[in-house]
T-cell receptor, first 111, second 117 residues
Framework: GQQVMQIPQYQHVQEGEDFTTYCNSSTTLSNIQWYKQRPGGHPVFLIQLVKSGEVKKQKRLTFQFGEAKKNSSLHITATQTTDVGTYFCAGGSGGYNKLIFGAGTRLAVHP | GAVVSQHPSWVICKSGTSVKIECRSLDFQATTMFWYRQFPKKSLMLMATSNEGSKATYEQGVEKDKFLINHASLTLSTLTVTSAHPEDSSFYIC?????????????FGQGTRLTVV
């Protein structure tokens, strides 16, 4: 079945350093979504990428969707302590179909 | 505000009993809802897709007789963990997808932490 791999599993950074998490799907995706989950909370939608090679930015966050629509990345510039949490990518096959989540990357930011 | 409401947020039950978890879509109709299970510090594992008015679609390895799903209306899906055992203790989360801002965003319930003793 469809699998979505995500690395790294953990990342510890000093405040102000950059951070990147990568996702790779075993199949071509219709879209990929990114979520953030704070400890004890539920996943919160960040963004959806649909087009091949698409790049979207949200303030210090940059999201990319690969040309083959099988991989994606999330890059955070100059991390802040508020960025702490687990970031999940989720691959979709379109429409209201199910999302398959990556394993998540847990980000710790040391002040 | 929340668009998907899940109840209860936590529950403790005895082994052998059944527990029902409710997932409601607020202000929109959800013909499809999804049930996930999440172990501590792990990812969300899709258990099943709940379809309004028809049988749920279970992922491989998920016991449908163990995890009963009912989607009786366009705003309510329920997950019943039957004859619960300690290994069923986990964080269960439901979600529904809703068009928002040109994207099909998944909204999650608050989650239910189940502890079976």
């Amino acid at each position: 079945g469809q699998q979505v791999m995500q690395i790294p599993q953990y990342q510890h950074v000093q405040e102000g350093e950059d951070f990147t998490t990568y996702c790779n799907s075993s199949t071509t995706l219709s879209n990929i979504q990114w979520y953030k989950q704070r400890p004890g909370g539920h996943p919160v939608f960040l963004i959806q990428l649909v087009k091949s090679g698409e790049v979207k930015k949200q303030k210090r966050l940059t999201f990319q969707f690969g040309e083959a629509k099988k991989n994606s990345s999330l890059h955070i510039t100059a991390t802040q302590t508020t960025d702490v949490g687990t970031y999940f990518c989720a691959g979709g096959s379109g429409g209201y179909n199910k999302l398959i989540f990556g394993a998540g990357t847990r980000l710790a930011v040391h002040p | 505000g929340a668009v998907v409401s899940q109840h209860p947020s936590w529950v403790i039950c005895k082994s052998g009993t059944s527990v029902k978890i409710e997932c409601r879509s607020l202000d929109f109709q959800a013909t499809t809802m999804f049930w996930y299970r999440q172990f501590p510090k792990k990812s969300l594992m899709l258990m099943a897709t709940s379809n309004e008015g028809s049988k749920a679609t279970y992922e491989q390895g998920v016991e449908k007789d163990k995890f009963l799903i009912n989607h009786a209306s366009l705003t309510l899906s329920t997950l019943t963990v039957t004859s619960a055992h300690p290994e069923d203790s986990s964080f269960y989360i439901c979600s529904a997808r809703m068009p928002k801002g040109g994207e099909l965003e998944a909204f999650f319930g608050q989650g239910t932490r189940l502890t079976v003793v």
